[in-house]
């Protein structure tokens, strides 16, 4: 296993170098991390740190998620769908690591993981000039990455791991209704359609498979990622 040197943790940390400098005792701290990370994964159990690899119920293809922590009642893990880099501390028992992690949404999902491989991750910690700005020293660590696929998903096999989603909003008529004709249509804030064959046109153009969104006036449209819409 190679270890850490202040050359190998520059790339990561130009900020943090150009302030305080990084030290032997960052060096140290690093590589302790490092060995006690790898020295915790195993194939056959999850631990909290390693990269999931998630596709929600609504298709959202995840590919770095991070498994922060058991829930209370110890039967789900909590996932952070687009983290920060986490920060770590070793746990009282002195064998694993725990987490305090930003970003989101968060969700929860049962421990039936499906092993996928390894990957590297980045973690941080205090320096040692302790906690202050910039004081984060950021390092990489190979974790384990599992694989889970929500059983029931909303739009079938179609998700965001080879297709683009888009969800496409329909004008409303007097009565409150959706309506199709000669209307405006807009997904997201950045594509725009003012006819019915506008739409029509671009949804051919992109292989373009719709599904009913979760509002009346709504459409989820799912296309393949080798097209550009």
Request: net charge negative.
């Amino acid at each position: 296993m190679a270890l850490f040197t202040i050359e190998a943790l520059l790339p990561f940390n130009e900020e943090y170098h150009s302030i305080h400098k990084i030290t032997q005792a960052d060096v140290e701290m690093a590589n302790n991390y490092k060995t006690l990370i790898e020295a915790s994964r195993t194939k056959d159990r999850v631990q909290v740190g390693d990269i999931l690899e998630l596709t929600t119920q609504y298709g959202d293809y995840r590919e770095r998620a991070h498994i922060e922590s058991w829930d209370e009642d110890g039967q789900f893990w909590r996932i952070c769908e687009e983290p920060y880099v986490p920060f770590i501390w070793p746990t009282r028992a002195g064998d694993n690591i725990a987490c305090s992690t930003s970003g989101g949404p968060w969700t929860k999902v049962p421990n039936n993981l499906e092993y996928v491989g390894k990957r590297k991750k980045l973690f941080k910690d205090w320096g040692h000039c302790g906690s202050c700005a910039s004081g984060a020293l950021t390092f990489e660590v190979e974790v384990n990455v599992w694989e889970y696929v929500h059983p029931e998903p909303i739009f079938g096999e179609y998700s965001t791991k080879n297709y683009h989603k888009q969800y496409i909003t329909y004008n409303m008529d007097e009565r409150g209704n959706p309506t199709r004709a000669n209307t405006s249509r807009y997904v997201g804030c950045n594509i725009s359609f003012d006819t019915t064959e506008e739409y029509t046109r671009w949804l051919e153009k992109v292989g373009g498979i719709e599904f009913d969104g979760h509002w009346p006036n709504q459409k989820a449209v799912f296309y393949p990622k080798k097209n550009v819409a």
